[in-house]
């Protein structure tokens, strides 16, 4: 394995079928790579916002691949001789962190030999260690990251300019949550009863306002991505989903040829064959409510 280069969090297509720690494919410069989350290959939560994370470009066996980390500045050299041989090494405890660290040992004792076995451990006193261990599997508990990261900088004693980071991290993101509601509330026509009525009429779109006015002139465009900054909770593919499910029109009617038709059909037939093979809400709880049933 080669460590190639460091880049900015970037937009990544899902790919259908794949496993749920291949975030997807992205575009480096022309180029289609893979993109993996070790975070999810661990079970591990993610502690730093889209903003914060990097994403690794590694050669394995002739390929990139991009692997996503909570955190990276620089890539630096390793000699050889500085990499000690252990014949007999049968597993790697590695301590979870920002994910990096993690990643990066398990790529490259994968890679030197297969049969190693990587494990991720926690601190016994964190709070998803102690829920894994009091319910006897892994368990993922929600973690505010950014008042972690505020006390532990200023030493217990926030200083003005923390708080006022902190406040505005959170403040961006209830702006968030209003500002995708009021898309929701907006442009809802499915009732039209006097609470929808007033809905439509009386709805502020507020920071979602040049989102929505960039959609009606241009239509369901993948550059609306530059309007939303990098750690907005809902993204482009959010709002997109919202905009054209609502059906709002827009003004640039996109009237595809016939070979684009007949590809854009492939794929729906591809997800519904997908979708045929899940299992719905009511399969889902008898299935998990059986004696036998183990979480992975």
Same mark, same amino acid.
């Given at each position: 394995m080669l460590t190639k280069e460091v880049v900015l969090m970037r937009e990544i297509?899902?790919?259908?079928?794949?496993?749920?720690?291949?975030?997807g494919i992205m575009n480096l410069r022309g180029s289609l790579?893979?993109?993996?989350?070790?975070?999810?290959?661990?079970?591990?939560?993610?502690?730093?916002?889209?903003?914060?994370?990097?994403?690794?470009?590694?050669?394995?066996?002739?390929?990139?691949?991009g692997l996503i980390v909570d955190g990276a500045s620089e890539v630096i050299r390793v000699s050889d001789d500085l990499i000690e041989d252990v014949p007999d090494l049968e597993?790697?405890?590695?301590?979870?962190s920002g994910g990096g660290l993690a990643g990066g040992i398990a790529l490259a004792v994968k890679a030197i030999k297969p049969a190693v076995r990587v494990i991720g451990v926690s601190i016994e006193r964190g709070a998803a260690?102690?829920? #894994? +261990?009091? %319910?006897?599997? *892994?368990?993922e508990v929600e973690e505010v990251a950014s008042l972690a990261d505020s006390l532990g900088d #200023? +030493?217990? %004693?926030?200083? *003005?300019t923390l708080i006022e980071i902190y406040n505005r991290f959170n403040a961006r993101v209830w702006d968030d949550i209003r500002d995708f509601?009021?898309?929701?509330?907006?442009?809802?026509?499915?009732?039209?009863?006097?609470?929808w009525r007033a809905c439509r009429a009386d709805t502020q779109l507020h920071g979602a306002e040049p989102m929505v006015k960039f959609y009606q002139e241009n239509g369901p465009s993948l550059l609306s991505s530059q309007l939303l900054h990098p750690s907005n909770s809902f993204g482009m593919h959010g709002y997109l989903s919202l905009l054209v499910g609502q059906g709002l029109a827009h003004e640039k009617v996109h009237t595809p040829a016939?070979?684009?038709?007949?590809?854009?059909?492939?794929?729906?037939?591809?997800?519904?064959?997908?979708a045929e093979r899940a299992l719905d809400v009511?399969?889902?709880?008898?299935?998990?409510?059986?004696?036998?049933?183990?979480?992975e």
């Open positions: 297509t899902p790919v259908p079928g794949t496993e749920t720690y291949v975030e790579v893979p993109v993996i989350d070790f975070r999810k290959r661990l079970r591990a939560r993610s502690m730093a916002t889209p903003v914060d994370q990097r994403i690794i470009i590694v050669l394995l066996e002739g390929r990139s691949a597993a790697a405890v590695v301590p979870l260690m102690q829920a #894994s +261990l009091a %319910a006897g599997h *892994p368990v #200023s +030493l217990r %004693a926030p200083t *003005p509601l009021a898309v929701h509330y907006k442009f809802n026509t499915r009732l039209d009863t006097p609470f016939p070979r684009e038709l007949e590809t854009w059909r492939g794929r729906c037939r591809i997800w519904e064959l997908e009511r399969e889902c709880l008898q299935a998990i409510r059986q004696p036998g049933w183990k979480w």
